[in-house]
T-cell receptor, first 116, second 111 residues
Framework: DVKVTQSSRYLVKRTGEKVFLECVQD?????MFWYRQDPGLGLRLIYF???????EKGDIPEGYSVSREKKERFSLILESASTNQTSMYLC???????????????FGPGTRLLVL | DAKTTQPTSMDCAEGRAANLPCNHS???????VYWYRQIHSQGPQYIIH???NNETNEMASLIITEDRKSSTLILPHATLRDTAVYYC????????????FGGGTRLMVKP
């Protein structure tokens, strides 16, 4: 079974703090994703990564950056947290073959971030 | 611009089959239909996917109409633990393959 873990289930930070959200997968997947989920807005893609040290912007990258130094780990960074970044953050991974559109994304349990 | 439409909510009696419909009238020839669900406070969980043939696994069955414009997810014997939001997603064929989750259907399984 694929396992995607996230460093925290709940996190409370203050405005202006730098926030690191960590995601680790144990199935040697090439592709990893960061989403945020807000009521009424569904899941929105922030960033994704095809491979180590490669990253691409998703739909809402502003205010975020990412790091993929190792294949199994994909970090989401909030350089200066703001209250509008209060949300549920979900990490996902996918095998990443040429038949990517047939592949399942496996999600972590989520991190609920509150920025005060 | 939504690619799928689903009812907002449905109820189902425990032990009965839950049939969740989804319309995807603009689906392209090489796009797959995926179903995920999200139980409260957890990350989305993959259920099943298909292209044009009906599919079945240990969790559910997926029935896709011949014209592929709609599909139905069937949970054959719903349990209370199946209460969740169910998302029908059409996978894009661009390189990013960004899963776009719409509002989904909130299924409430009642005893």
């Amino acid at each position: 079974d694929v396992k995607v873990t996230q460093s925290s289930r709940y996190l409370v930070k203050r405005t202006g703090e730098k926030v690191f959200l960590e995601c680790v997968q144990d199935m040697d997947h090439e592709n990893m994703f960061w989403y945020r989920q807000d009521p009424g807005l569904g899941l929105r893609l922030i960033y994704f990564s095809y491979d180590v040290k490669m990253k691409e912007k998703g739909d809402i990258p502003e205010g975020y950056s990412v790091s993929r130094e190792k294949k199994e780990r994909f970090s989401l960074i909030l350089e200066s947290a703001s209250t509008n970044q209060t949300s549920m953050y979900l990490c996902a991974s996918r095998l990443g073959t040429s038949n990517y559109y047939q592949e399942t994304q496996y999600f972590g349990p989520g991190t609920r971030l509150l920025v005060l | 611009d939504a690619k799928t439409t689903q009812p907002t909510s449905m109820d189902c009696a425990e032990g009965r089959a839950a049939n969740l419909p989804c319309n995807h009238s603009t689906i392209s020839g090489n796009e797959y239909v995926y179903w995920y669900r999200q139980i409260h406070s957890q990350g989305p969980q993959y259920i099943i996917h298909g292209l044009k043939n009906n599919e079945t696994n240990e969790m559910a069955s997926l029935i896709i109409t011949e014209d592929r414009k709609s599909s139905t997810l069937i949970l054959p014997h719903a349990t209370l633990r199946d209460t969740a939001v169910y998302y029908c997603i059409v996978s894009p064929h661009n390189a990013g393959n960004m899963l776009t989750f719409g509002g989904g259907t909130r299924l409430m399984v009642k005893p």
